[in-house]
């Protein structure tokens, strides 16, 4: 079936190291994706989006690919900090069954080492 | 603004009562969003709302589940009988975009159900 998923569910960096957080789709239709992160007994937290006309999309020390050819998302985030430590959700809008749904992928787990 | 609150924080209550959750989005906001969140299924969207309006309920997982707003300042989620497999943190986001689904949704700490 369709579906959003991660290719790691966890990863481990090193303080000041660049990371990347993976993410594929299975739907051609998809035409918008968000990044969240969520904090040890938080609500996640949105990071940044991208339409499915764009590529690329930066924010403050993150960087949102899209790959349509190979329906692949990913997150990179720069200079990682210990407070980047978090699991880190991608979401697709698609539709379904006739209805707009939000649906988002199972987290990755980010771990920074000091 | 205080962002999104959720009440209670924490709910331990026992199969077959009723259980009931507490949101108030932020001011301004005008489309609120119920998610619930367990180890197994990951974050699910089970309601959402625009204007106080029910827009896809299509996520509630029974007919145990039910949602209301209302009013733009306040929304409940019920459940009615509660089950053990009911037991999960449910969030509560809002967020104002012309285009519902899209933009940033601002989530609230959310609430940790334990059906026993």
């Known amino acids: 079936g369709e579906s959003v998923g991660l290719h790691l569910p966890t990863l481990s960096v090193q303080e000041g190291d660049n990371s990347i957080i993976n993410c594929a789709y299975s739907?051609?239709?998809?035409?918008?994706f968000i990044w969240y992160k969520q904090e040890s007994g938080k609500g996640p937290q949105f990071i940044i989006d991208?339409?499915?006309?764009?590529d690329k999309r930066q924010g403050q020390r993150v960087t949102v690919l899209l790959n349509k050819t190979v329906k692949h998302l990913s997150l990179q985030i720069a200079a990682t900090q210990p407070g980047d430590s978090a699991v880190y959700f991608c979401a697709e809008k698609r539709r379904i069954q006739g209805a707009q749904k939000l649906v988002f992928g199972q987290g990755t787990r980010l771990t920074i080492n000091p | 603004d205080a962002g999104v609150i959720q009440s209670p924080r924490h709910e331990v209550t026992e199969m077959g009562q009723e259980v009931t959750l507490r949101c108030k989005p932020i001011?301004?906001?005008?489309?609120l969003f119920w998610y619930r969140q367990t180890m197994m299924r990951g974050l699910e969207l089970l309601i959402y709302f625009n204007n106080n309006v029910p827009i896809d309920d299509s996520g509630m997982p029974e007919d145990r589940f039910s949602a209301k707003m209302p009013n733009a300042s306040f929304s409940t989620l019920k459940i009615q009988p509660s089950e053990p497999r009911d037991s999960a943190v449910y969030f509560c986001?809002?967020?104002?975009?012309?285009?519902?689904?899209?933009?940033?949704?601002?989530f609230g700490p959310g609430t940790r159900l334990t059906v026993t």
């Open positions: 986001a809002s967020s104002f975009d012309p285009d519902i689904l899209r933009g940033e949704q601002y």
């Open positions: 739907n051609s239709a998809s035409d918008y």
């Open positions: 001011s301004g906001h005008n489309s």
């Open positions: 991208i339409r499915s006309n764009m």
